[in-house]
């Protein structure tokens, strides 16, 4: 296991990313990564991590097995847990952010900019999902489902997924930031009630947007290229 990539470890098991995510080590935008590099960048005993994905083997699995899963299927699956999970949750998260920078700026200015780039980050995702849903998508389900009749709408299917990577590589970068103004989403000793909650959810949001790109970089993504090339030739 110690040769592969994070991205292609978590693709065996999603509960494996609980692991990677405590002990942040990025397993979604930046999961092309060999495992024995990322613990060294990290300054991680290897056996350490090898002995807790081991305890992640020995428990029963609850997780959904998205490898085996056909790429509508998948889909799916993005489209009514994680982007519906984004839709839900972003206009709460906006109105907690904003409500704690104007009470709480004045002790706390790193609110503004936190605020700032939540902010950006709805925007950028809510135009990524766009895309991701009324085009890629789409061409992906007919692919599989009907690959004899379908119009190919790219040269290759590989020039809109550098795109959506590149954006998912930058989502990555805007809450790096939101965690680091945070210290990793720890409410000051003064935080009022919404104060802890939107800094609870907001690092509930980041868990989930990870897991969610890991599924599109991993496995939706690659598998789409592999089925492209195949119906080509």
Same mark, same amino acid.
């Given at each position: 296991?110690?040769?592969?990539?994070?991205?292609?470890?978590?693709?065996?098991? $999603?509960?494996?990313?609980? =692991?990677?995510?405590?002990?942040?080590?990025?397993?979604?935008?930046?999961?092309?990564?060999?495992?024995?590099?990322? =613990?060294?960048?990290?300054?991680?005993?290897?056996?350490?991590?090898?002995?807790?994905?081991?305890?992640?083997?020995?428990?029963?699995?609850?997780?959904?097995?998205?490898?085996?899963?056909?790429?509508?299927?998948?889909?799916?699956?993005?489209?009514?847990?994680?982007?519906?999970?984004?839709?839900?949750?972003?206009?709460?998260?906006?109105?907690?952010?904003?409500? $704690?920078?104007?009470?709480?700026?004045?002790?706390?200015?790193?609110?503004?900019?936190?605020?700032?780039?939540?902010?950006?980050?709805?925007?950028?995702?809510?135009?990524?999902?766009?895309?991701?849903?009324?085009?890629?998508?789409?061409?992906?389900?007919?692919?599989?489902?009907?690959?004899?009749? =379908?119009?190919?709408?790219?040269?290759?299917?590989?020039?809109?997924?550098?795109?959506?990577?590149?954006?998912?590589?930058?989502?990555?970068?805007?809450?790096?930031?939101?965690?680091?103004?945070?210290?990793?989403?720890?409410?000051?000793?003064?935080?009022?009630?919404?104060?802890?909650?939107?800094?609870?959810?907001?690092?509930?949001?980041?868990?989930?947007?990870?897991?969610?790109?890991?599924?599109?970089?991993?496995?939706?993504?690659?598998?789409?290229?592999?089925?492209?090339?195949?119906?080509?030739?």
């Amino acid at each position: 296991m110690k040769h592969l990539t994070i991205g292609e470890i978590v693709a065996k098991n $999603i509960l494996y990313a609980d =692991v990677f995510q405590k002990n942040k080590i990025d397993f979604c935008c930046k999961g092309n990564v060999p495992l024995e590099e990322a =613990v060294q960048k990290k300054g991680i005993d290897i056996n350490t991590i090898l002995h807790e994905l081991g305890k992640i083997d020995s428990q029963p699995e609850h997780e959904l097995n998205y490898e085996s899963m056909s790429l509508t299927e998948l889909i799916n699956i993005i489209e009514h847990t994680f982007h519906a999970y984004i839709r839900n949750e972003t206009p709460d998260l906006l109105f907690m952010l904003k409500k $704690i920078k104007s009470v709480h700026g004045g002790n706390h200015p790193e609110l503004i900019k936190l605020f700032e780039l939540f902010s950006e980050s709805n925007e950028d995702l809510s135009h990524h999902m766009y895309k991701e849903e009324h085009v890629l998508f789409s061409y992906i389900k007919s692919l599989e489902e009907a690959p004899k009749t =379908v119009s190919q709408q790219f040269d290759s299917i590989t020039s809109p997924i550098h795109v959506l990577k590149q954006e998912h590589e930058h989502e990555g970068d805007l809450f790096e930031k939101m965690r680091l103004l945070t210290n990793d989403y720890t409410p000051p000793m003064d935080a009022c009630n919404t104060y802890k909650l939107a800094f609870h959810k907001l690092k509930e949001f980041e868990e989930m947007l990870h897991k969610h790109i890991h599924l599109e970089n991993n496995i939706l993504f690659p598998k789409s290229v592999t089925l492209e090339k195949h119906l080509i030739q």
